[in-house]
């Protein structure tokens, strides 16, 4: 069974500045792939990020970007430059990679940003 | 092009009524997934859709909840005899094909008030 662990049920951060959002994972899978979304308060989820177990390079997206760590299998987003519209909830996810729940994704509990001019 | 779209964006039933939502995913996506979203169990997977078929209903949490999806397009998750922990926001997903490494796109939601 794979498991996602978000520890910081808010976050707080200044217009312009940066923040991590944390994400730690648990999968017995050899090669997986971890996602992150965004949530605002009209509830739509917005795909903003994927990291492959196996790519070389951490992902990157805009302001964007995963410091993925595979040995301590965390996976966190940072947001650069925040703005106002960032704020939102915040979720990581891993898909499942076999078996009849093929993609399926399990959430972690998400994390709420609050950005303050 | 257009995003996923789901129907009704609110509903508000009575405990032991049926209930049908639907969503529209996509043009092309071949697969399609439910989630259900509450504040005791966070996002939790319902059920999936390779095409018309569902391979994996486990998510599903009694035989109450039931889906469908024909032609490889629409799909309808249908609650029959709704009770109040039903209640939840229940979100559909597309994406081009079933797989840990397609993005999946998500509709705003159908919110589910059973009184």
């Known amino acids: 069974a794979q498991k996602i662990t978000q520890t910081q049920p808010g976050m707080f951060v200044q217009e312009k500045e940066a923040v991590t959002l944390d994400c730690t994972y648990d999968?017995?899978?050899?090669?997986?792939?971890l996602f992150w979304y965004k949530q605002p308060s009209s509830g739509e989820m917005i795909f903003l990020i994927y990291?492959?177990?196996?790519?070389?390079q951490n992902a990157t997206e805009g302001r964007y970007s995963l410091n993925f760590q595979k040995a301590r299998k965390s996976a966190n987003l940072v947001i650069s430059a925040s703005q106002l519209g960032d704020s939102a909830m915040y979720f990581c996810?891993?898909?499942?990679?076999?078996?009849?729940?093929?993609?399926?994704?399990?959430f972690g509990q998400g994390t709420i940003l609050t950005v303050h001019p | 092009g257009a995003g996923v779209s789901q129907s009704p964006s609110n509903k508000v039933t009575e405990k032991g009524k049926d209930v049908e939502l639907r969503c529209d995913p996509i043009s092309g996506h071949t697969a399609l997934y439910w989630y259900r979203q509450s504040l005791g169990q966070g996002l939790e997977f319902l059920i999936y859709f390779q095409g018309n078929s569902a391979p994996d209903k486990s998510g599903l949490p009694s035989d109450r909840f039931s889906a469908e999806r024909t032609g490889g397009s629409v799909s309808t998750l249908t609650i029959q005899r709704t009770q109040q922990e039903d209640s939840a926001v229940y979100l559909c997903?597309?994406?081009?094909?079933?797989?840990?490494?397609?993005?999946?796109?998500f509709g705003p939601g159908t919110r589910l008030t059973v009184t």
């Open positions: 999968t017995s899978d050899p090669s997986y792939g």
């Open positions: 990291q492959g177990s196996y790519d070389q």
């Open positions: 997903a597309s994406s081009w094909i079933a797989g840990p490494n397609y993005e999946q796109y």
């Open positions: 996810a891993i898909p499942s990679t076999g078996g009849t729940s093929y993609g399926k994704l399990t």
